[in-house]
């Protein structure tokens, strides 16, 4: 038993520094300003549902970069209505947002 116990913590450790390493290549790319093959990049890393938010929040800023501002402001308006569904519909929300935004 124990010997499952650190096989699968090996694994599971070894995944994460994965998608982090695919995350800064990406990262790298867009630095050196290769725009698409950094989006490329993080649209292969960040294919769960769980990454979506960051999906399109950053291939809304490389779509920014690359002077694609139609499809920049698309990406990040969907980062915005996703990122509304993580937070409950009440009134102190809308509250705080009718103050936040004129």
């Known amino acids: 038993m124990k010997w499952l116990f650190l096989w699968a913590s090996v694994c599971f450790l070894a995944g994460c520094a994965t998608y982090k390493q695919d995350i800064d290549a990406g990262l790298s790319l867009a630095k050196e300003g290769e725009w698409k093959a950094a ?17 399109y929040m950053e291939a809304g800023a490389l779509a920014q970069n690359q002077g694609d501002f139609e499809r920049s402001n698309t990406l990040l308006e969907q980062a915005e209505k ?8 009440n009134f102190s929300n809308r509250s705080w947002d009718s103050i936040n935004q004129p």
Do not use: A, I, R
Request: aromatic share 12%; net charge negative; charged share 30%.
């Open 39 to 55: 989006e490329n990049k993080l649209e292969g890393v960040l294919n769960n549902p769980q990454d979506k938010l960051l999906y």
């Open 82 to 89: 996703l990122s509304d569904t993580f937070f409950p519909e």
